[in-house]
């Protein structure tokens, strides 16, 4: 307190000469420093503080309606917002020690005090209730958030090694604050084992000043008997030495949010529908097992990628939803073939992928792989459908050359291609062959998607014989590539990749378009009646564009021929494959007035009954039933029927693969219409073609 404040002084004090003694005292030792209000009853006195406001009471322990310490303590109890000096004529050191103990701020013995003496105490007993009542604040403040708080507090004295714990920290552990000691064991002893070593090291960083302040998360052990997630937060004090004497802080219950963490983190790491790890898992694990197998090259590994066959027909056919549940069945039968050390993942879509992190020989990665195929033979029993399917396996193992996941994913995928090539359910090791040809594969897309933008498609043009004249009728137009590197590719060289990329839509719409150019500029130099025509082929890729009507118009007003001259040739596979939709696709096309064409007919197994349901004009039957015409297994009586069912049903047709006179003799003798084949001539560039064109040559003399 400022020496130059007054302090406002109650006294409480019978004795009117002892009263008097004490104003003197005050008066010459500080004349305006204290101003005294005096009365000598402690009834009085209580009146009085609820009236006025004062700094400190200095009180006679001997009063007339009050005696001895009671007297102080109903004091402290009434005004206990007051300090409180206790007066008295007795110099006793009990009396003195149980006045402080009740709340007096110090106690003077009347006879040997000065005014000094009583203003110095006056003083210090303001400043010490003050500072008592502040900490006392504290503490309550300290005490309710502590009660309020969800967290548990925890304060370490370092210097004896003692803990105190809150309530809250015990409840937290599913005990009462009497069974929780102060020993630091009630902690450290409750860690989980694989946390308390993280846990003792970001202790004594703290301690180190390495850090700002200690926070770890750890599991800890319930009374239950399970563990759970805390987060504990702390801060130390150190001395001038910089030795840290004090460590409190709190720990929160983190259980929910690591549960719904670890849920969060193990959805995206598991496929939703199967449950079974995915991609991204798969691949993490496969990049420690390659790490240690460079470290260690005994370490050997294999992965096992395995692809459904004909999954998307049964997704087709059956729906999707059937088809989830086919994949999770497969799963099912899958999960049971893999060893405990190994690990199964959905890549996405049909594809899984095994990986056996230690293996001791190739024959353990060809056993697993045997057991996931024969897992898949027998049928799959879902709502009332017996569906049977079948898994191509490839098969990658560990080896030197690879440094990347990618690497050994991508040969296990291309041997998985050379699996699915060989025929269903069946499986095949990676070598270095099958990486050789995926990058010659790989190169000849490459080189097909510059040939489109390049222009390097050519057309060759086969001739098409009427037998009932003997002279070109028409030509198919045939697609072949001047690939500049390895000269002229044939359709067998390409077709099957520009499939499978996506690419022969456009080759497809390319060859329309260019052969029906050549078409009118043909039909225009050689008017003849009726006019050539020109056979195109049409892929089920194509067939599947549904704005392909279109686009024929569009040609077709392009160029400014009939319609009638341009015949679209879809194969029986392309048929029975699009059986869904391909009358109501056949027929948007036949409003256009081409002609369709069924090519390849008598490959496809369909039923000669079923022509009459598509809109079609033209068969062509194929070259192996007219090879063979002549021989044992008696074709003659197979093209005989076809050629008198189309003709039933008002189409004519072509034969393919026309080779010998007799062969010709015998198709006119069946009234077939038209023929194309090397006794005629093959397929040749437009110069050729024109020159053909030129010469007008008739082959019926070629059938005598």
Not at 40 to 45: E, L, P, V
Request: with cysteine; net charge negative; hydrophobic share 40%.
């Amino acid at each position: 307190m400022d020496d130059k404040v007054s302090i406002h002084l109650l006294l409480i004090e019978d004795d009117t000469v002892d009263a008097l003694s004490l104003y003197d005292l005050l008066e010459k030792a500080d004349p305006s420093g204290v101003k005294v209000s005096h009365v000598q009853r402690f009834a009085d006195g209580l009146d009085l503080v609820h009236q006025e406001h004062f700094d400190v009471v200095l009180l006679d322990l001997s009063l007339p309606d009050t005696q001895g310490l009671d007297t102080l303590d109903q004091l402290c109890r009434f005004v206990p917002e007051l300090p409180v000096v206790v007066l008295t004529g007795v110099d006793s050191q009990t009396t003195a020690a149980e006045a402080l103990r009740q709340g007096a701020q110090d106690f003077l013995v009347k006879g040997s005090i000065d005014g000094q003496l009583i203003i110095r105490s006056l003083r210090y007993a303001i400043e010490r209730h003050r500072a008592q009542g502040a900490l006392r604040e504290s503490q309550e403040r300290y005490e309710l958030a502590a009660r309020a708080a969800n967290d548990g507090l925890w304060d370490w004295n370092l210097h004896t090694n003692r803990i105190y714990y809150s309530p809250r920290w015990a409840l937290m552990l599913g005990y009462s604050e009497e069974e929780i000691g102060d020993s630091p064991t009630e902690w450290f002893l409750r860690l989980h084992p694989d946390d308390v070593e993280p846990t003792r090291r970001a202790i004594a960083q703290h301690f180190k000043r390495e850090t700002d302040h200690f926070e770890q998360e750890y599991r800890i052990r319930h009374r239950s008997g399970s563990y759970r997630w805390m987060l504990s937060r702390g801060m130390a004090l150190y001395t001038d030495n910089g030795e840290p004497y004090r460590m409190a802080g709190s720990q929160s219950d983190i259980t929910a949010r690591k549960q719904t963490e670890e849920k969060l983190i193990h959805d995206a790491l598991h496929d939703p529908l199967t449950r079974l790890p995915n991609r991204i898992f798969f691949q993490q694990q496969l990049e420690g097992t390659l790490n240690r197998f460079r470290a260690d090259p005994t370490q050997q590994f294999a992965v096992i990628f395995l692809d459904l066959d004909r999954f998307k027909t049964i997704n087709d056919s059956l729906g999707h939803l059937m088809g989830d549940r086919l994949l999770t069945s497969i799963a099912g039968r899958l999960e049971r073939c893999i060893p405990p050390s190994g690990i199964i993942a959905r890549f996405g879509g049909d594809e899984f992928a095994v990986l056996l992190p230690q293996i001791t020989a190739v024959a353990e990665a060809t056993r697993v792989a045997k057991h996931m195929l024969q897992a898949m033979e027998a049928p799959f029993l879902l709502h009332g459908h017996e569906i049977f399917t079948s898994g191509s396996i490839g098969i990658a193992l560990s080896a030197d050359n690879y440094t990347r996941t990618e690497e050994i994913l991508r040969d296990a995928d291309t041997a998985m291609y050379r699996a699915k090539a060989a025929g269903m359910g069946k499986y095949r090791l990676f070598d270095a062959t099958m990486h050789i040809r995926a990058m010659a594969l790989w190169q000849l897309e490459t080189d097909l998607r510059r040939a489109i933008e390049r222009d390097e498609f050519l057309i060759y043009y086969q001739p098409i014989i009427s037998f009932k004249t003997g002279q070109l009728a028409g030509f198919e137009a045939l697609v072949r590539w001047n690939h500049p590197d390895r000269g002229l590719l044939y359709p067998a060289d390409f077709l099957a990749l520009a499939e499978e990329t996506g690419l022969l839509n456009i080759i497809d719409r390319w060859t329309i378009r260019h052969g029906a150019a050549q078409l009118r500029e043909w039909q225009m130099e050689y008017l003849r009646q009726p006019p050539i025509f020109l056979n195109v082929n049409l892929s089920g890729s194509i067939l599947n564009q549904s704005d392909l009507p279109d686009y024929i118009d569009a040609v077709l007003r392009e160029t400014g021929i009939h319609p009638n001259t341009l015949r679209l040739e879809i194969t029986e596979g392309a048929i029975l494959r699009e059986i869904a939709g391909i009358n109501h696709k056949l027929a948007e096309l036949q409003k256009l007035n081409v002609r369709l064409c069924i090519d390849d007919f008598g490959t496809g197994y369909s039923s000669l009954s079923s022509l009459h349901y598509y809109p079609i004009n033209t068969l062509k039957i194929d070259g192996s039933f007219i090879a063979n015409m002549n021989s044992e297994i008696g074709n003659i009586g197979i093209v005989r029927t076809i050629i008198s069912l189309a003709h039933d049903l008002n189409l004519d047709v072509i034969a393919e693969g026309v080779e010998t006179p007799n062969q010709m003799q015998q198709l006119q003798a069946l009234a077939c219409e038209f023929g194309q084949g090397v006794l005629f001539a093959q397929a040749a560039d437009p110069s050729s073609s024109r020159q053909l064109l030129q010469q007008n040559p008739s082959w019926l003399s070629t059938a005598c």
